[in-house]
């Protein structure tokens, strides 16, 4: 498919309305287990203004999508106090996780409705495949980008509940470099890191198909 400004336009959306979703679900789940820290800071809302980071948001994701490589991005972090949450440590690693588990039901969901009408298929015409086959795949590719186990990343908050009180010092030490680490890694070893993603995102999607019955 060529490359056109209306197909950007929608990768835009779908990544916005995504990384807004990925947050809110943070912060909920933070409230839900005893923080208040995100509804005060004014962050369990839609509203995109309150989400969107400038550079992750938009141009990482845009930048990526135009170069044909897997689609990732972020927004601004939700705040959360951990010492407010029950359970402590596990209960941030469940706030980390509804994050990309909300991705992952973003994505089924749009891969279920996509796969019975068709419109994975192309019955509903090439925009509406475009829209439900980028769906699947950013919502796929949030999900494992933000899994991966480098601090801020939600995946390192599980590790912070299982790890030992050592190995959870080191990870505190590099946090405020994490993301200079991840991407660092994403450059050094980008063909790496691309079929890596490709390869989780396809055997998920396999997954899916399985899931309706149906084998690729």
């Known amino acids: ?5 209306g197909y950007v336009i929608i990768v835009l959306l779908i990544v916005v309305g995504s990384v807004i979703l990925h947050e809110l679900s943070h912060g909920v789940v933070a409230y839900w287990l005893g923080d208040h820290t995100a509804k005060d800071a004014g962050r369990l ?30 927004a601004k ?28 039901l973003l994505a089924f ?13 192309g019955a509903g015409g090439e925009v509406l495949n475009f829209i439900f086959s980028e769906l699947v795949l950013i919502n796929l590719g949030f999900m494992l980008f933000n899994l991966i186990p480098i601090p801020p990343l939600d995946g390192s908050r599980v ?18 470099y994490g993301f200079i680490i991840v991407y660092a890694m994403i ?6 890191f691309s079929s890596l993603m490709i ?14 019955g149906q084998q690729i």
């Open 199 to 212: 390869n989780g995102m396809n055997g998920i999607i396999n997954f899916f198909y399985l899931l309706v």
């Open 187 to 192: 450059f050094l070893f980008s063909e790496v």
């Open 109 to 121: 969901l749009s891969f279920l409705i996509g796969h019975f009408t068709g419109f994975l298929y």
């Open 45 to 74: 809302t839609f509203n995109p203004i309150k989400h969107i980071d400038p550079y992750m948001s938009i141009l990482v994701p845009v930048v990526l999508y135009i170069i044909k490589a897997p689609v990732f991005g972020g």
């Open 159 to 176: 590790l912070y509940a299982i790890a030992p009180d050592n190995f959870r010092t080191f990870l505190e030490s590099i946090e405020r």
């Open 77 to 104: 972090p939700v705040p959360v106090n951990r010492y407010n949450l029950k359970w402590k440590e596990w209960g941030m690693a469940l706030v980390a996780v509804a994050g990309p588990f909300t991705n992952f």
């Open 1 to 5: 498919m060529n490359l056109n400004f």
